[in-house]
């Protein structure tokens, strides 16, 4: 009796000890890995950005190897992300909100890995959920360009007509709002589908249409889809806004800033803080004062960006983050009633 | 003497058709010559040799005193021979001159082989008075235009012999006299004219020769004002080794099939039948008789509820019905008509479907073979064997594909569905149409005992022999008119045939009219 | 042996055998252009398909999908339609799957919940098929464009409804909220864990067995019904089926709808069996892959089950193919599968001359044909 009490005690102990060595290697030897949306890897958009400014980016300077996985459809997002976790890789980064459902699954049933879920909170003890505040970022971008536009009129093209992207323009109308209150905002969204966010032809067309009606200053938000608005509004001379990643630099001239969305960044911290130890799941909520989202200044639209209107954004954006100036959440209510 | 054309022994066969069995033909030059035979008569097999088409299993071609063997159309075109199709061979949103030029164009640059083809379709024109706007789309003229332009196109690829095969089929009765001035220029210009059709008024109008078919072969060579209609329509139609049927004298009951003031016309608007009017007592058969594509298919097909009844009644059974309650062939056998078709293959069966699937076409709702919606596979394999067993079909596989029987066993399927169902009405196209003799007789009995049983039989065939033996009174359908009808103590092959080429026994003023006009 | 069997055969087996190893030589030829070594590929693939039992899972679960679709195409095809439409009909019938369950109340036992959706996603399925098949009948449009633009219809109402009327709110992912777990299929691992065997989880759901059920089913209803031999009549021989009084306009209008409720099932087996939510673009692939498939299996319940399975290994094959080389992209596996269908498709007959020439002599053909 007592032999095998002790036999036991010394297992659990050896089993302890075992499961400890492991995770002390899986600090130092992180496998991370990646599941880019459906829409593939180089979609030119949201995956795409993850890749460049957070897979490529940890592999460059860590060389550390990133498993991707790249579904052709949800059944496949689920089976591959729980594929990753069978296989000990962690963090698995989730490229979008379509694959929350696929998160909540592979979660619960490998809890013991960890998941970094962009753009979307799923609420297990093992999911780290990075949401942006858009809106903040947008209010911004909307300050900058009712002081830039002439006519009064300015433009927002969305790419997939969505809750997520509403709230890009509901924040982009409060900031204009806020600076102008005669200011009118055209909205418009290019589609109901994932593919409204490579559509550049037609984030063209909308773009001319809202030049037609006046605009002057045009915000995509609308992954690849933007480059037609840049486009369009470079040819016409007329300015556009960027967003996601500092896209200053596509048209310097007409660029008048972008609104910075650092998805890639979340996807980079996961796998760092997860190398350091430090990867903690929970909700990020990436907002101004997180530097989740900015508005970008820099050399590309020093000279259509005056002192004044510098120091004005700065000043509402210290006042966002003083919360002073409460943005309306479009998702909160899912309307722009502010 | 030369000859444009001499075909030597041409043999050909599909599977087990024998198509052309050891034709010859010597087409003059500079003649009108005439090709008649019924449909199926293997006229067309051998002008798609002679045009390239198919290639004959034996037997030689010669054009112009040189011996071809063509392996396709473009080599008998090279060779001066062109032909002009039934249906046309022209795109119609095309102009003339591009429909000419098609497949002419003469090299990669359309714009200077146009002009060129433009004047010499000028010449054309004014050498055989074969006028027509270059410029026009096919689908803004007339079929008569529309065949000139065949023939233009023809000339344009160097024809000297010409194929028209059945030319006058579309044509009203100006267009047809245009046609036949036409073709007098051509002659005079040395052009040599193969005239294919059955209208036999048009043979004795513009022909110089006449050659007949029959299943696949020459039956006859003739100088045109050598022989007359009656006697082409003899050769045509043929005669079959008498086979003895003995028949009762009928008794003949009430009417149980009426048809009055019959009108049809086919999807072009060319009236097929023309007023006709009959009627079939129980107990009697009815013999159709003509030349086969006078409109025996189309009366077949609107009696049986195939085709839409446009104008006038059927009665059956004292159930009127016109044009204006539609009927389909189920409605006809509910009422107690019965069809064997004249095509088995088209029409009668499903060469893809067991024997068993073919031999309930028709009754596939019979309560008799279905529980519920449930066709049992059974009851359907026991009525096949049943009906092979009363009909002797063989061989007797209920499995086997129908394509895989003989066409007599076909034929004997058939009838057996449609008649040991013991229908009130029977209606019968062609019933020995490629059967083999043994099984014409025993066909010819079961038609028999259908009318010995009281039942109306509409019995429609291009065998006069069939006809004769068969009918109590007999029909005659010409161009789709009933040009005749009589008892069959009064009717001969010769009475016959004459009615079934429409002429009087005596002088014909058309076509004394017509043999004017070509001269 | 008879000409028939021989034929029978040849077009049964030998060809579309031939027509899948010819597709497979040609992939061989791609990956090697890759630097694949095309027999490891294929050990990962047939694997990843029947290795362990998720992939088995998996397999299964895509054959499902294809067998409605491969069904729906062969029922017009006997009818001597083109049903183009899969993919919106499949749609469509996802969409009345889900507006059942979320019509019904969502206490009612799945004994009626179920059963319900699935006569929803066929009636779905079945009317968004009834249009083309009538344009077809009675006004002569050509069933290939019309079920190809009834595709794109399908696509954009789902569109809206989905990002309009459906949307679960708060979501961003345009689907529907979650289908209450009483109009949930079982999934197969689960069954099978009340049985004591373990199976790692999958997608794969009791729709599998609709699946196979259905598959009889449509045996029986072309084989063994007046409805089914109309509709063999009527694709084989129109003019003898019209002789037969079998009204063709009807069998057209009738063929479509059960063709479209056939597709419409992939509604359940994604939607009720593993999404459990109305989601979009669910279907895509399987509606044309279903073609493919029909071709493949002979228009025959049996063949198309067979076919369904082979598509089903190439997509989930394929998907580990893509998993585990990081030199072979999502993108090459949609040209392997588009080599199948190809070769088994559009190069159906390439072999058949050949064949007829080297196993059935004229001689033979002849007696045949006598």
Known sequence: MKKTAINKLVKGLTVALATGAVSMSALADIKPAVVYSDAGKFDKSFSEAVWNNGVKRFMDETGIEVKEAEPTNLAQVEQYMKRLAKRGHSPIVAVGFSQANAVAAAAKEYPDAQFTLIDMVVPEPNVQNVVFKEHEGSFLVGVLAAMKSDSDVIGFVGGMDIPLISRFGCGYEQGAKYQNADIKVIHNMTGSTPAAFGNPSKGAELTRSQMESGADVIFAAAGGTGNGVYQAAADAGKYAIGVDSNQNHLHPGTMLTSMVKRVGEAAYQSYSAAKDGSWAPGVQVMGLAEGGVDWALDEHNRGLVTQQMEARVNDVKAKIIAGEIVVHDYMSDNTCNY | MTYAIQLQGIDKRFGAVHANNKVDLAVETGSIHGIVGENGAGKSTLMSILYGFYQADSGTISVFGNAYRFTDSQQAINAGIGMVHQHFMLVDNFTVLENVVLGAEGGYALAAGMD?????????????????????????????????????????????????????????PQETDELFKIFAALKQQGVTIILITHKLREIMAITDQVSVMRQGTMVAHVNTDATDESQLAELMVGRKVLLDVSKQPGKPGESLLKVKQLNWSDQHGVARLKNINFDIKAGEILGVAGVSGNGQSELLDVLTGISRLQQGSIEVLGKEFTAKQPFDAATMRTMGMAHVPEDRHKMGMITDFSAAESAIMGYQQDSELNAGVWLKPELVRQRCSELMVAFDVRPKDVQLKSANFSGGNQQKLILAREMERSPDVLIIGQPTRGVDVGAIEFIHQRILAMRDAGKAVLLVSVELEEILSLSDRIVVLCDGEITGRMAVEDADERKLGMLMANVQESHDPLQAQMQEAVQ | ??????????????????????????????????????????????????????????????????????????????????????????????????????????????????????????????????????????????????????????????????????????????????????????????????????????????????????????????????????????????????????????????????????????????????????????????????????????????????????????????????????????????????????????????????????LVPVSDSAKGAA
Not at chain 3, 24 to 52: R, S
Not at chain 3, 182 to 197: M, Q, T
């Open chain 2, 116 to 172: 060129a083809a433009r004047r010499e379709l000028k010449r054309l024109a004014n050498e055989y008075g074969l006028h027509v706007d270059l410029d026009a789309t096919i689908d803004s003229l007339s079929v008569g235009l529309q065949q000139r332009v065949e023939i233009l196109k023809a000339l344009y690829k160097g024809a000297k012999i010409l194929i028209l095969d059945e030319p006058t089929g579309v044509l009203t």
């Open chain 3, 1 to 358: 042996m008879s000409r028939d069997r021989k034929l029978a055969w040849i077009n049964g087996l030998l060809l579309p055998l031939l027509n899948v190893l010819t597709a497979f030589a040609a992939t061989a030829v791609l990956f090697l252009l890759i630097n694949v070594n095309p027999w490891e590929a294929a050990q990962t693939l047939l694997y990843g398909a029947f290795g362990y039992s998720e992939g088995v899972g998996y397999t299964f679960y895509y054959t499902t999908n294809f067998i409605f679709t491969g069904l729906a195409v062969a029922v017009a095809f006997h009818a001597g339609l083109f049903n183009i439409g899969g993919e919106g009909q499949a749609y469509i019938g996802g969409l009345g799957a889900g507006l059942v369950v979320f019509a019904l109340f969502p206490e009612l036992s799945p004994l009626v919940m179920i059963p319900a959706s699935i006569v929803g996603a066929l009636v779905f399925g079945a009317a968004w098929a009834v249009g083309p098949g009538y344009l077809q009948a009675y006004r002569g449009s050509h069933i290939v464009i019309t079920t190809i633009m009834f595709n794109f219809l399908a696509a954009t109402l789902m569109v809206y409804l989905m990002s309009k009327v459906l949307l679960e709110p708060g979501q961003m992912t345009p689907q529907s909220r979650l289908f209450p777990d009483n109009a949930w299929l079982p999934f197969v691992h689960d069954v099978l864990a009340n049985f004591g065997i373990k199976v790692d989880r999958s997608p794969l759901n009791m729709s599998i067995l609709l699946a196979l059920v259905v598959a009889i089913l449509v045996w029986f209803f072309l084989w063994q019904t007046r409805w089914g031999y109309a509709i063999r009549a009527t694709g084989r021989n129109a003019t003898a089926a019209t002789y037969a009084g079998i009204n063709q306009k009807k069998i057209i209008v009738v063929t479509m709808c059960i063709s479209g409720a056939l597709a419409g099932l992939v509604g359940i087996n994604e939607l009720l069996g593993y999404h459990h939510r109305i989601i979009m673009n669910f279907h895509v692939g399987y509606g044309f892959g279903g073609i493919a498939v029909a071709l493949m299996g002979r228009n025959h319940p049996f063949g198309i089950v067979i076919a369904a399975l082979l598509f089903g290994i190439l997509y989930q094959g394929g998907a580990e193919l893509a998993f585990e080389w990081s030199n072979i992209s999502r993108d090459i596996v949609v040209v392997m599968q588009g080599l199948v269908i190809l070769f088994c498709g559009a190069l159906e007959y390439m072999y058949k001359p050949w064949l007829m020439r080297w």
